[in-house]
């Protein structure tokens, strides 16, 4: 019987999967393996981040994976196993800031039931002002916020320290700064950066599959656009609440239970809201979602 060892996939790719042995180099060769026929049949298909126990190639060829160990949790887009958060990536500058958006991609998270840390990007073209004003907004809405400038190496050290000996992924719109951010942090990778349009042009016939870049000290961070379809439809008003968390400590005390904190006389969030508690462009993102929500609904 040959040696069975566990690892992580960190991609699969065309019917294989690419493995790193638990415990080996963040640069060691990847083990090719196929699945054992008899888990094949199992409920579902294995994704990158999966912990498999697997047995090594006797010569040339691939391996082949044993067993599946539990996950932790799952997403479908991307498809990522055993995440531990998401890195919530916006630019303060060139794109500007669009609070609405950020607020979307951070209620994905709360809805996966991930931890979010919102990452502001390029603050070397931002006024100091600027950056403290948007640290300060999310951080008083219960985010862990770090701005950085991948130009000028700073908020980098924070970066690192974040996505140390977790599995996360990388979330935001395009132009942002994330592939830049991901070279500056590991200069090896040497991910493919630049304008919008010219990856349009380029990036239409090359295949975008998920795949986990293995960190220098431990640790995973996806490499993949992230939530690209942030639908809210499938989502109930008391779901979309809870993925506010400044409501949470309001939303016990509102007159009516459930409260939609919309048009309910005596709601606790509308308070806290009218009081400055709850920042102003939060509490309209929630509203625009609600909206959204109902309308889907036809309510
Ligand atoms: N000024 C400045 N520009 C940046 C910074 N990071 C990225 N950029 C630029 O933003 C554009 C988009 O970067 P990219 O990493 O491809 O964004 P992605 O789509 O989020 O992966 C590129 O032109 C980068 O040069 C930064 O820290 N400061
Ligand atoms: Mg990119
Ligand atoms: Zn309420």
Known sequence: MAEIKQGTIIKAYNGYYYILETGAASDAALVACKIRGKLKQSRYSLVAGDLVQFEPPAGAGEGRIHAALPRKNALLKPAIANLDQVL?????????????????????????????????????????????????????????????????????DAIRAC????????????????????NALFPVWQLETGEVSEKIGRGRHTTRFTQLLPLPGGGFVADTPGFSVVDF??????????????????????????????????????????AGLIAASRYESYLTILAEIRQAKGR
């Not at 907004?137 to 000028?152: D, H, N, P, Q, T």
């Not at 996505?163 to 994330?178: A, C, E, F, I, R």
């Open 163 to 182: 996505l140390h000996n977790k599995t996360s992924v990388l979330s935001g719109p395009s132009g942002v700064g994330k592939s830049t951010l991901l």
């Open 233 to 274: 439809t499938h989502v109930t008003p008391g779901q979309l609440a809870e993925c506010f968390p400044e409501f949470h400590a309001y939303a016990g005390q509102c007159r009516f239970q459930p409260c939609t904190h919309d048009h309910e006389p005596n709601c606790a969030v509308k308070a806290a809201r009218e």
């Open 88 to 156: 919530v990536v916006f630019a303060l500058s060139n794109p500007e800031p669009h609070p609405l958006q950020m607020d979307r991609f951070l209620a994905v998270a709360e809805l996966a039931g991930l931890p979010a840390v919102l990452c502001l990007s390029k603050a070397d073209e931002a006024p100091e002002e600027v950056v403290r004003h948007w640290v300060d907004l999310y951080s008083r809405a219960g985010y862990e916020v770090i701005a950085f400038s991948s130009k000028e190496n700073k908020g980098l």
